[in-house]
């Protein structure tokens, strides 16, 4: 998980309140309305996260030298607005899992934030957790879990159509087997590094079987200004039929998304 910005994104987490709707087509639904102080501890997470952990003593010794360490790593001049809300409703999704959902930050992994360059968007689920017994074996366990976040938001004034669209995509079409193979190998490197086992990390790779859906935890997180809340809310009525697969639609409300962008480094 983060280890820059995390004790702002548990303060974060630690401010959830989802309030939960009406299942529809075997998605679990639910909502969470942030207030302007939520959205202030979502850009300070943002902020130590580009910040990358310097201390004041070093970006002194490195001014000394005429050296700005802080502009080289928030890279104000490469910064591309999609992509910075991006970044921050991302955090914002993590966050919610956290305090809604029960999971623990040491449990998920966020390979895309902050992007690379923050000028273009990089490939891979927004967010994955995963919670496997620490035994080898040829099977998953019922408490074994893969969880898959996928986050997408909207500025867009009218509809969260275009919004729900692609993140039902994101969670049904686009991952293919090759594509979860391939997240599954970058998860089980980091697994191997915080420690775990070869032999338990590798279990990940039965995540792909079909017989594996009971498993898997998929969640959408669709974010929007307060004033697309009865679009979004209407949209939910389009959500596809889980096919007794766990599925979890979660909407998010955050004052000022669409100048987001404006507040950060």
Same mark, same amino acid.
């Given at each position: 998980m983060l280890t820059h910005g995390r004790d702002s994104l548990l303060k974060l987490a630690g401010k959830c309140v989802a309030v939960s709707l009406d299942p529809i087509m075997g998605w679990t639904c639910d909502s969470w309305l942030l207030d302007d102080d939520d959205v202030d501890i979502a850009v300070e997470t943002y902020r130590e996260l580009l910040s990358g952990g310097a201390t004041d003593e070093v970006a002194e010794v490195l001014a000394q030298a005429g050296i700005d360490l802080e502009a080289l790593?928030? =890279? /104000?001049d490469e910064g591309n607005d999609r992509i910075t809300r991006s970044d921050i409703t991302? @955090?914002?999704a993590a966050a919610s899992v956290i305090g809604a959902d029960g999971w623990l930050a040491d449990e998920l992994h966020m390979p895309n934030v902050p992007k690379m360059a923050r000028k273009k968007s990089d490939s891979g689920i927004d967010v994955l957790g995963v919670r496997l017994r620490h035994t080898p074996s040829d099977s998953l366990a019922s408490d074994e879990v893969l969880l898959i976040v996928s986050v997408k938001h909207s500025v867009d004034e009218? $509809? =969260?159509q275009g919004m729900r669209y692609k993140l039902v995509t994101s969670l049904s079409d686009d991952i293919t !087997? !090759?594509? @979860? =193979? =391939?997240q599954l190998r970058v998860l089980n490197g980091k697994l191997?590094? /915080? +420690?775990?086992a070869k032999e338990v990390a590798a279990k990940v790779y039965f995540f792909i079987r079909p017989t594996a859906d009971p498993?898997? $935890? @998929? *969640? +959408? *997180?669709g974010l929007v200004d307060p004033d697309l809340e009865t679009s979004l809310s209407d949209q939910l009525q389009y959500l596809p039929d889980a096919n007794g697969q766990k599925r979890h639609f979660r909407a998010v409300l955050v004052p000022g998304l669409r100048t987001l962008h404006e507040r950060c480094p």
């Open positions: 790593l928030q =890279a /104000q991302e @955090l914002i009218k $509809s =969260a !087997p !090759p594509y @979860l =193979a =391939a191997q590094e /915080q +420690g775990t498993n898997k $935890s @998929l *969640v +959408g *997180v």
